[in-house]
């Protein structure tokens, strides 16, 4: 089962439920079987990982009536950048990373995933996730100030 | 560069999807601003803490053998004794791991399959980072001159406004491990990356065309140098602009 590993880990992440990415991915495959007369060439793990995402997206969708596309409040989290500023290096703890990762919007998380986690290049991340490279540059660049100030606060939560 | 475009840049930069100019300029900036270079740091700090293994979640023993039963023909043995479709599963598991192999064959990629994907992606960032030209100049003889010194070899520059492809300007790239020459045309709205480098071997080649990502991209040889012309125009406009270009 090629990029077994990689489907479920996003399924995984985007699900945050193993069981449920379970589910996910082994309808991501049915589905890749029966449609793989769509598969023109190029990148098959990318192609994968396309499929594992709108079978995602249609199963909360379907199960949890999906998440009211997270419309993010550029108000009310503006001001959280400001603690961006802080020094983060050699101070990160994995662990603490994955609620932080966890409580991400999901269009957020998925481009993380994508790019962190599996390394795709922006253009690759645009294809799976169809869209423009600018809103991929840009939701990476806003997911990753989130992170790093909930990172900088946790720094400050325990230290003081 | 200033600080509110170098933080603009600085996840690209730092995920290296950067034209050259962009980040030789980010680079230089770095150097001069602690706080950018804080950021910078904070951000590498980030992404080596997210490639930490423990992150990635990797699939349980028992999903591989879930996907391959529920893949095959669920046929139940209708024959005493041994039957066939007793070794069904394993034949559905070989059929499966077959056209795999056939994926990844067919996806095992040419240097020219190489060489495109990198075309693709400089013409892509040169319309992302609003970075299209260096020297931007419908003159042939001020693009030209321009490349001297930056480049190891002088890249022919003609204007094609006549034919209805004005030169817009040139700009400084990197593609095949080597800093290339990008002269850039117009055509109505569209924009046309021309990548001009020498080439490895002395034979001239004949057009031809690919489809990257819906761009459309030509490439041929001539007189030693390699010529690749990608855009979004229309296929026939753009062979056009090929055949404008080598007569």
Redo the contacts between chains.
Sequence with gaps: ??H??A???LA??MTRD?AD??DV??EA??RA?KF?DG?H????RSWLLKIVRNTCYSWLQKNRGLLAMAEFDEELHGAESRD??A?????????V??PL?DELPLEFREV?IL???EGL???EIA?VADLP??TV?SR??RA?ER??SG?AAHLKGGSS | MNCQSSKDL???YS?G?LDLMNHLEIEKHLKACP?CE??F???????S????E???????DG??D???G??QPAEPPTTKGISIWRFAPVFATIV?MI??IF??L??GSSNDDLLAGEI??DH?RSM?ANHLTDVPSSDQHTVKPWFEGKLDYSPPVVDLAAKGFPLVGGRLDYAASRPIAALVYQRHQHYINLFVFPSTGDVDGANRMAVR?GYNLIHWSRSGMTFWAVSDLNLNELQEFAQALQN
């Excluded at chain 1, 060439?41 to 098959?44: L, P, R, T």
């Excluded at chain 1, 020094?87 to 662990?95: F, Q």
């Design positions: 089962m090629p077994i590993d489907a479920y880990n995984r992440w193993g990415a379970e991915v082994q495959y049915l079987f793989f598969f060439g190029g990148d098959s961006a500023e020094e983060l290096i050699g101070k990160i703890d994995s662990r990373l994955k990762l993380v790019r962190e986690l290049s922006y253009k294809g490279l600018g540059m990476l660049a990753r992170l790093q990172l | 600085l996840n690209a995920d999807e706080a804080l950021a740091e904070n951000q590498v700090a980030l992404r803490a997210l490639a930490d423990s992150l990635y979640l990797r699939a349980p999903l591989r879930r996907i391959s529920a893949i499966v056209v795999l994926v990844f067919q996806t693709v992606s892509v992302m990502q």
